[in-house]
């Protein structure tokens, strides 16, 4: 069983930056297509960025694009946000899946969720 462990959370002020991680206990992630997903209060589970387990092909949510950037490195996947914005509050999440190569940004698609770090973008 895949468990799936996200950090790099906190408080940030509008402006700032945070580099999110996904991490799996004892397993690379190479193999996986990873998705980063995030739900805040009173709102639905919004996609936000995905990467492939093969060629690396990324994909951004227009909310995302410009400010967010997807990576791997070392068995992880990383979620680098930028310019943040109160709006980017939320609970973010990372999950993993076989999706034959495919970025999909669609919950659906993924089978492994973590359990989710806390992003707050406020002054």
């Known amino acids: 069983q895949l468990q799936l462990v996200e950090s790099g959370g906190g408080l940030v002020q509008p402006g700032g930056s945070l580099r999110l991680s996904c991490a799996a206990s004892?397993?690379?992630?190479?193999?996986?297509?990873i998705a980063w997903f995030r739900q805040a209060p009173g709102k639905e589970r919004e996609g936000v960025s995905c990467?492939?387990?093969?060629?690396?092909r990324t994909a951004y949510a227009d909310s995302a694009k410009g400010r967010f950037t997807i990576s791997r490195d070392n068995g992880k996947v990383y979620l680098q946000m930028n310019s943040l914005k109160p709006e980017d509050t939320a609970v973010y999440f990372c999950?993993?899946?076989?999706?034959?190569?495919?970025?999909?940004?669609?919950?659906?698609?993924?089978?492994?969720w973590g359990q989710g770090t806390q992003v707050t973008v406020s002054s």
């Open positions: 990467i492939s387990s093969s060629e690396g």
């Open positions: 999950a993993a899946g076989m999706t034959r190569g495919l970025c999909l940004i669609r919950a659906l698609a993924y089978t492994y």
């Open positions: 004892g397993f690379t992630l190479d193999y996986y297509s």
